[in-house]
T-cell receptor, first 109, second 112 residues
Framework: GQNIDQPTEMTATEGAIVQINCTYQ??????LFWYQQHAGEAPTFLSY??LDGLEEKGRFSSFLSRSKGYSYLLLKELQMKDSASYLC??????????WGAGTKLIIKP | DAGITQSPRYKITETGRQVTLMCHQT?????MFWYRQDLGHGLRLIYY???????DKGEVPDGYVVSRSKTENFPLTLESATRSQTSVYFC???????????FGQGTRLTVV
């Protein structure tokens, strides 16, 4: 079956760095997305990786290893507004998105 | 207004009633999607559409009907609502299957 695993909840301190991991098992693979979702709001796009390696976008970076079925989202210089759920989603061979349940990130002052 | 909008934002309905959730996008994106989001689950795809008059089932289509007569609209109908369909429903659109999706603000549906 197809599956996405990511931690349910993580806690980090304002100003610190946090890494949110995601492992995936899909029938074929056409890329991996990360979305941010604040409580009560819609998901918003953060990143898309299809090749191995690290992509950096300001304070956020996303890494992909296709051979290991693994990705992570790295958030630097954490701010209180980064408190949200982070959703990992893999695109399978039929171009259907398989979503993880999300990681709730709690930022403490 | 530009973007993707859903209506209503909140809806309470009774078991057995038919209810339609509306979704409208102004970008002329080819792809549109309907998801439901429940606690403890990831987003689950109900139906999607690659273009006007083309729709396909997703992971959890039972009890739902969609149509797409115009590119900009993608309504979702619950034919006979059940309590298990209580959820938050998100509509989304994208240019292609492997590009970022833009989500509507969601409809919180309660079936009593």
């Amino acid at each position: 079956g197809q599956n996405i695993d990511q931690p349910t909840e993580m806690t980090a301190t304002e100003g610190a760095i946090v890494q949110i991991n995601c492992t995936y098992q899909t029938s074929g693979f056409n890329g991996l997305f990360w979305y941010q979702q604040h409580a009560g709001e819609a998901p918003t796009f953060l990143s898309y990786n299809v090749l191995d390696g690290l992509e950096e976008k300001g304070r956020f970076s996303s890494f992909l290893s296709r051979s290991k079925g693994y990705s992570y989202l790295l958030l630097k210089e954490l701010q209180m507004k980064d408190s949200a759920s982070y959703l990992c989603a893999a695109l399978d061979s039929n171009y259907q998105l398989i979503w993880g349940a999300g990681t709730k990130l709690i930022i403490k002052p | 207004d530009a973007g993707i909008t859903q209506s209503p934002r909140y809806k309470i309905t009774e078991t057995g009633r038919q209810v339609t959730l509306m979704c409208h996008q102004t970008w002329s994106h080819s792809y549109m999607f309907w998801y439901r989001q429940d606690l403890g689950h990831g987003l689950r795809l109900i139906y999607y559409s690659a273009a006007a008059d083309i729709t396909d089932k997703g992971e959890v289509p039972d009890g739902y009907v969609v149509s797409r007569s115009k590119t900009e609209n993608f309504p979702l109908t619950l034919e006979s609502a059940t309590r298990s369909q209580t959820s938050v429903y998100f509509c989304a659109s994208s240019v292609a299957e492997n590009t970022e999706a833009f989500f509507g603000q969601g409809t919180r549906l309660t079936v009593v």
